[in-house]
């Protein structure tokens, strides 16, 4: 029997998000019906629901850094049981054939993942040819694609984890972060403040870097030991060849010609920001050092878990601003106005009725 579902959802590119409601499908036998309690508010879902990209379809209900407890299970699923405390991330399925799928990196999957929402919904239900994400009261996924929350982990901020903790987790652990390693994190926001905190953890001597110092503070607080302004010159040349990585955390156009300079020999730039322009960059540093830019883009199911744990152990969260629903337009503008310290995550059970 469908599940009737409250939510927020954008019905178009020029409207703010408005109360909605929806079914979704009662779980077959793999899947896992959640009661959402929170949900994380990531930069790209201001994205999606503005089509940005020109390819949103409406009404769409953003949320892809979810945080609940099981209400039902289906009749194969054997990890988890109702009352769990559990997330979901940016994907809801995938092939589970390709190379990548079998590699447990399913975010690479060749024939696309299925997001959380904004998908093409493989097992459909009612109203639900496409996906819909965590701003609502209920979701429905398969279990491949639900993750356990450890109980250390309070449930509001462990939801940006599933995103942010994730998106900058994967790039540390595939370039062998590690004590004695030395990276610099530019941008302080949502994704980069975890990428402090990871890399800190991990052992590793973490410099920020960004357009001012108003930050610095909260950078320390969070394990940074170094701050460098990057419009300051002298301080650039300072850190030349300094870095064995940079996570570079910024969504918007900027330069990073002359951050290639900051890199070691072998060191690597890594890209996370969803950036739609070109970034000219120039190759003699580049091959005078053998250096490297690269992307990566989130984390597999099993690196998600891996990530989660991990945050437990060491006592990771993310800083969060708790807001009620009707509050997401209001988040919206002040994220684009980077007003927010660093994650706005909204508390669903504040849904009115």
């Known amino acids: 029997m469908p599940i009737a579902t409250r939510a927020f959802a954008a019905t178009a590119a020029d409207k703010p998000l408005t109360p909605y409601s929806f079914d979704r499908r009662d779980p077959g036998p793999d899947d896992v019906l959640i009661d959402v309690k929170y949900c994380g508010v990531c930069h790209s879902d ?22 609940g407890l099981v209400k039902a299970v289906g009749a194969n699923v054997t990890r988890f049981k109702e009352g769990d405390r559990v997330g979901v991330g940016c994907m809801v399925d995938s092939c589970r054939e390709c190379a990548s799928c079998q ?18 919904d493989k ?12 701003y609502s009261d209920h979701i ?3 279990q ?11 449930l509001d ?7 942010a903790g994730i998106t900058t987790y994967s790039p540390l652990k595939e370039w062998g972060v590690g004590p004695g390693s030395k990276v610099a994190v530019i941008g302080l926001g949502g994704l980069g403040h975890m ?22 503070a909260d950078a320390e607080r969070m394990g940074a030991k170094h701050f460098l302004i990057n419009s300051d010159k002298d301080a650039m040349k300072a850190a030349a060849e300094k870095f064995d990585l ?33 970034l000219p960059v120039f190759a003699l540093p580049l091959l005078w050092r053998r250096r490297r830019i690269a992307g990566s883009l989130i984390g597999g199911i099993k690196e998600t878990q891996e990530m989660l744990d991990f945050c437990a152990e060491h006592g990771i969260a993310c800083d969060i601003e708790t807001i009620a629903p009707d509050q997401i337009n209001d988040a919206y503008e002040r994220m684009l106005k980077s007003d927010v310290r660093y994650r706005f995550v909204i508390d669903m059970e504040k849904l009115a009725a």
């Open 140 to 142: 429905t996924v398969d």
């Open 103 to 120: 590699e447990g990196v399913e975010q690479y999957c060749v024939p696309g993942f299925t997001g959380t929402y904004g998908g093409k």
């Open 195 to 216: 990428a402090v905190k990871l890399a800190a953890a991990m052992g590793a001597e973490v410099t920020v870097l960004s357009t001012s110092d108003r930050k610095k």
């Open 123 to 134: 097992k459909g239900g009612t109203n639900e040819t496409i996906t819909q994400g965590g």
């Open 46 to 67: 201001l994205h999606a629901a503005r089509s940005e990209s020109g390819r949103s379809t409406y009404p769409l209900v953003p949320g892809h850094e979810i945080a």
């Open 144 to 154: 491949h694609f639900v993750l356990s929350i450890p109980d250390s982990l309070a």
């Open 246 to 278: 940079i996570i570079n955390t910024v969504s918007a156009t900027h330069e990073i010609a002359s951050h290639v300079q900051l890199l070691a020999r072998d060191g690597a730039m890594i890209m996370l920001g969803l950036t739609t322009e070109g």
């Open 157 to 163: 901020v462990a939801a940006p984890l599933l995103c």
